[in-house]
């Protein structure tokens, strides 16, 4: 918001940059904005962090049931915690991270203090020394990523590519014991593939930062499985975030205004 | 005892919402003749002698001088877990019986746990999901702000090996780490994880954007954390305990977040468990209960009973215990 179209575009004679706040772009027509001359810029640094800890927080929340468990804490009904009411380890279980851009890269690094074993799939190889220091092992195939992972996260942009990039055949392929995290944008996953997978226990659990649309319509099947976490695209919803966000957004600003390189320009 | 025979094992009950997991049952049975209280009860003659341990699920059975008594070849006690606050470890010791925990088994589930615990409470995920999944609910999107975690200060309160695994997990959140423990750690140890040690408790609850609670509960710490560790620690800052409900004055936290001396609180445990459904706590807003997570994974609880049978097998044989817990 603003939504950039046509009309707006043309009736700005003077707009030289559209500064987004956040790092996709998915929601904006970047070859018409072009042009018009009009440079594009996100804040792919303020994001980076309270994005990839939302993804452990969601990856935690979904395997130790925390949000059923707050539930059961808090219900009228409850009169003992029950033994036998379990969740699935994260402490050295496998993460498959699909998309190693920053986020990704992050959510790494975080994973990797819970020893968790990584895998990865992107468009790119990253440097040895950088899979090393996280270590992550790289899968050219993402179909061998799927086959392995206790906990799959998908952490890309959306693009033609990508869009539905995680559907029947990808869930079918992960184990029956596995959670898919989703942080990067709902189109990104077929939803009606998802709810199927879940409903027939062909993946343990689902949670979701991103869906499509934001908010899902009330009836939807994915609010009403209870194997599924969903949250208000909460990714960088921290007040922090949102003013790092605004400074970034600023200083891309003044640089194109002051013909000065572009920190983030979105090409 | 026959010979060849198994040596008996007591447990409280097997199966249902209270007892000994199902999937563990084959594993004891190879080690152990498997007694449950019901049997035991129905047939105190025939098998008080048999009963050479107990293994403790979740607290039970309690044992007390009157169960001591009436097991005479009883040579070890094996607790499911680290914590040993329901046991009186003396008048165990008195019947010459050894006692032994868990403590390999449960620091990474119960580190993961207060982990999740953090976030969650930082980044609202239980309001946000609430939100998401209620039917017609507002997207109240400008003022749901959560803070931010990467970069905070996390304050550690008992640094034992849950804690220092806690601290490991809080470095690659890039989290500025506090301290504060009975004794020191080994410099090493600290550079490891990058903490800081606070000599006194006041100023790691002065610093710490985030509180997380992790001592064993003794006479020394019940109630710890009371109106005036929660009066020094910052508006903005999030208690976080995985340790036991004791540990903090409850009366003095539902005060503290009620009147925002602190944002928020996230418990494990409380004091009872569950609290009783019109406690105070359980209305507040911003405050998550869970329903002691702690160890409750498939590998954690399997690895506790492995734990578990390692020691009571070696107390058996007159072996060098693994995690052997002496009264102090």
């Not at chain 2, 980044?123 to 959560?146: C, K, N, P, T």
């Not at chain 2, 509180?211 to 005036?228: D, N």
């Not at chain 2, 208690?239 to 944002?263: K, M």
Request: glycine share 8%; aromatic share 4%; with cysteine.
């Amino acid at each position: 918001r603003p939504t950039i179209d046509r009309e707006l575009l043309e009736s700005l004679p003077n707009l030289k940059v559209v500064g987004n706040s956040g790092v996709g772009v998915d929601h904006l027509d970047l070859k018409m904005i072009s042009n018009f001359g009009v440079k594009v810029t996100n804040t792919p640094r303020a994001v980076a962090d309270p994005t990839a800890d939302i993804g452990m927080a969601l990856m935690l929340a979904s395997a130790r049931r925390l949000l059923e468990g707050c539930q059961i804490a808090v219900s009228p009904d409850t009169k003992y915690f029950a033994v036998d009411w379990l969740g699935v380890e994260v402490t050295r279980a496998t993460l498959g991270i699909i998309g190693m851009g920053s986020i990704g890269y992050k959510v790494a690094q975080r994973a990797r203090a819970f020893d968790m074993r990584i895998l990865y799939h992107n468009r790119n190889r990253r440097r040895k020394e950088e899979e090393e220091a996280v270590g992550a092992h790289y899968c050219e195939k993402m179909e061998d990523l799927l086959q392995q992972s206790d906990f799959v996260m998908l952490v890309v942009n959306l693009t033609p590519e990508t869009h539905k990039l995680i559907g029947k055949k990808e869930l079918g392929l992960m184990k029956p014991t596995a959670t898919l995290i989703n942080i990067s944008r709902g189109a990104v996953v077929d939803q009606d593939a998802l709810v199927e997978a879940l409903q027939n226990k062909v993946i343990r659990a689902a949670a979701l930062d991103v869906t499509y649309p934001e908010p899902l319509p009330r009836d939807h099947p994915l609010l009403k499985l209870n194997n599924v976490i969903i949250t208000p695209h909460i990714g960088t919803a921290t007040v922090q975030a949102l003013r790092m966000m605004a400074e970034e957004a600023i200083a891309n600003i003044l640089a194109v205004l002051n013909g000065q390189p572009i920190p983030s320009e979105v090409l | 005892m026959g010979g060849g025979e198994l040596p008996g094992l007591l447990v409280n009950e097997i199966g249902g919402v209270r007892g000994i997991l199902h999937g563990h049952v084959a594993f004891l049975k190879k080690h152990f003749y498997l007694i449950t209280m019901k049997e035991f009860l129905e047939n105190r003659k025939h098998l008080s002698k048999k009963v050479q341990a107990i293994y403790l699920w979740w607290h039970k059975p309690i044992i007390d001088q009157e169960l001591l008594q009436s097991l005479p070849n009883l040579k070890v006690i094996a607790n499911s877990g680290v914590g040993m606050d329901h046991l009186d470890l003396k008048l165990v010791a008195s019947f010459g019986v050894k006692m032994a925990n868990a403590p390999r088994a449960v620091s990474s589930s119960t580190a993961d746990t207060g982990m999740a615990l953090l976030l969650a409470s930082a980044r609202r995920l239980v309001e946000g999901y609430h939100i998401a999944m209620s039917s017609g609910a507002e997207r109240q999107e400008a003022d749901f702000l959560g803070v931010e975690v990467t970069g905070a200060t996390l304050g550690i309160i008992g640094m034992g090996s849950i804690g220092y695994k806690i601290a490991l997990r809080a470095k690659a959140f890039e989290m500025n780490i506090l301290y504060h423990n009975r004794t020191r750690r080994k410099e090493h140890e600290e550079r490891a994880v990058g903490a800081t040690y606070c000599e006194k408790i006041d100023h790691l609850l002065q610093q710490a954007d985030f509180v997380m609670v992790v001592v064993s509960l003794t006479p020394q710490t019940h109630k710890l954390i009371g109106k005036r560790e929660l009066e020094l620690m910052k508006p903005t800052a999030t208690l976080i305990n995985i340790s036991r409900g004791a540990v903090v004055d409850q009366e003095a936290l539902v005060t503290a977040l009620q009147t925002g001396v602190i944002r928020a609180a996230a418990l494990d445990v409380t004091s009872p468990e569950p609290l009783p459904r019109d406690h105070a706590l359980l209305k507040l807003k911003n405050v998550i209960i869970t329903p002691h997570l702690g160890i409750k994974t498939d590998k954690a609880t399997y690895l506790i009973t492995e734990e578990a049978v390692e020691n009571i097998l070696a107390a058996l044989n007159g072996l060098p215990m693994p995690s052997e817990v002496l009264p102090s």
